[in-house]
């Protein structure tokens, strides 16, 4: 009974969603998902990190939508070193 009741929780919470546009006949990629209560927004260091994780976020997030496309990403996570896409 817990474990159902726990599950129905979790599927009732907000949650922050970036996605990265895709082509016209092809859906978005969601890039970053984060499940958030109201009280974690009461902690300045939660909101910190979440800005943050965002902020990483929405850079991968151009990543697919702009360097993708032309076969050659570059990882925001590696001192700028190209990298094929694949492999983002």
């Known amino acids: 009974m817990a474990f159902g009741l726990v ?3 979790k599927a009732l919470m907000p949650q ?3 996605v990265a546009d895709g082509e016209a006949d ?14 974690d927004l009461e ?3 939660f909101s910190g990190q979440l800005v943050e ?3 990483w976020a929405v850079r991968d997030a151009n990543v697919v939508e702009y ?15 190209a990298v094929l896409a694949g492999e983002v």
């Open 53 to 55: 994780r965002v902020g």
């Open 7 to 9: 599950n129905r929780w």
């Open 43 to 45: 902690s300045a260091h």
């Open 16 to 18: 922050i969603l970036v």
């Open 26 to 39: 092809i859906a978005g990629r969601v890039v970053y998902r984060e499940r958030i209560s109201s009280s």
């Open 67 to 81: 360097e993708e496309p032309r076969g050659l990403a570059q990882d925001s996570r590696h001192d700028g070193d």
